[in-house]
């Protein structure tokens, strides 16, 4: 509402009011679902969430998978559909890709054009869509963490999602994001959750971060 309404910090209640009414639903409700420990079920949980709240409630519905391990996308298109997805190019990595290229905003892909639309094979949810993850999601993140950093060359992937997102979440009454366990780049940084890498940082057993340990 603040680039919108442009009231500053403090907000006048009818245009708030106002605002709200352009939109479909009012604004989405955000869920990361996440948890430190590998094969938590997060991903089951998430879809099984997802469909209900689309085939019972009759809401809409997104699921943005950021787990290279897929299991998101795997539980709604099944490895078939997937690889013809993933062979045009159209999933999430495309988002940080364009990034990392340093690609002009304008000029990135539109997340719109990479949605999965009624991804669910239930008949009755019909409004949950997916927004596919890759396995060449691992590349990125290894990328990622070699890039320049300092005042000049800050690269912030939480912030990309959130403006590759931007307005294209508010069609959604519900967004769940799939976050890996590793809680790597795009959630959290140096994050490391395997039993046998506790008390380390991913790369101290030479793998770079890039082993299945550490992922």
Known sequence: PVNDLRTGPVFDR????????????GVPNVLAMLNISRAAGVSTVTVALAEVLAADFRKRVLVVD??????????????ERWKKVNGRG??????????????????????SSLLVRGASPVADART????????????VLERWQRAPTGPLHTVDPTSILRNALGTLIEEYEYVLVDCPCDLGAVCFENGCC?????GKDCGDDGCGGTCGNCL
Do not use: N, Y
Not at 14 to 25: C, D, E, H, N
Not at 67 to 79: K, V
């Open 14 to 25: 009818s245009q708030v009011r106002q605002w709200l009414a352009r939109r479909r639903g």
């Open 66 to 79: 950021l787990d290279p391990q897929m299991g998101s996308t795997l539980r709604l298109l099944g490895p």
């Open 90 to 111: 159209r999933t999430i990595v495309r988002v940080f890709e364009d990034a990392l290229a340093g690609i002009p905003d304008r000029k990135r892909v539109k997340p």
């Open 128 to 139: 949950l869509d997916l927004l596919p993850s890759s396995l060449d999601l691992l590349d």
């Open 194 to 198: 395997a039993p046998d890498c506790d």
